[in-house]
């Protein structure tokens, strides 16, 4: 399978691995899918209103986040990843 990234996409995967948060732009890649192969599987259904307001306000995030990221404001990679799984940790357990 070939997949052509956006600008933006390639700009944050390589900002990635430059900063030392990940040996290459695959392993940044798969970290995210597995994160959203998580996030995903917690879900019932896109139709639960939650998880549309959930979609929206972390599309919005992304969005700031890529702007910071132009003016040179950003974060850890480690620091990122660790907090985003902690939340789908805590999501789990309050499934459970």
């Known amino acids: 399978m070939s997949i052509v990234l956006s600008p933006e ?6 900002l990635l691995v430059k900063r030392g948060g990940y040996d290459s732009v695959e392993v940044a890649i ?3 899918l597995g994160l959203l192969a998580d996030e ?4 019932d259904s896109a139709e639960n209103p ?11 995030k992304i969005e700031d ?14 620091v990122v990843i660790d ?14």
């Open 50 to 60: 939650e998880y549309v307001a959930w979609v929206a306000e972390t599309r919005q």
């Open 30 to 32: 798969d970290t995210a």
């Open 9 to 14: 996409q390639a700009e944050v995967l390589e």
């Open 40 to 43: 995903v599987s917690l879900q």
């Open 65 to 78: 986040g890529l702007e910071q990221s132009k003016q040179g404001d950003y974060l850890d990679a480690e």
């Open 83 to 96: 907090r985003l799984r902690d939340k789908v940790k805590a999501a789990r357990e309050a499934e459970a």
